[in-house]
């Protein structure tokens, strides 16, 4: 299972990324663009989410598009989901706890294609 040690090491590796630490929350930025953050679950969330909201740490990040957002939420509600702050927003929440490294990877790396400027 994936840690947070694992998110910076992966994160940290792709070209032009900086890490910030912003009032406690850690986000990764390529161009000042966020493409991975933690996202630690609101009132609002707890809320909307009720008993099947998670209680481990949570992985904000950034997809293509909205098709790719519903594939994802829709392959494992084990591992990623949603909210209703996230409607209509290219994003999904990751139960970090719950999801491979090597899948964390390729959605890591697909968040930072998602937001690094086309060269």
């Known amino acids: 299972m994936a840690t947070w040690d ?9 070209p032009g990324v900086t890490e910030r630490v912003r009032e406690g929350v850690v986000d990764w930025r390529v161009e000042e663009r966020l493409f991975v953050w933690e996202r630690p679950l609101r009132g609002t969330d707890l809320a909307a989410l009720g008993a099947a909201a998670p209680t481990g ?7 293509p598009d909205l098709g790719a957002k519903e594939a994802l939420l829709a392959s494992d509600g084990s591992v990623y989901f ?5 409607q209509g927003y290219p994003a999904v929440l990751v139960q970090l706890e719950c999801i491979e490294v090597g ?3 390729e959605l890591i790396v697909e968040a930072w294609h998602a937001r690094a400027r086309r060269r």
Do not use: Q, Y
């Open 6 to 14: 694992d998110v910076r090491r992966i994160a940290t590796s792709m």
């Open 103 to 105: 899948e964390l990877e």
């Open 57 to 63: 740490p949570i992985l904000a990040a950034r997809v």
């Open 82 to 86: 949603t909210t209703p702050h996230f």
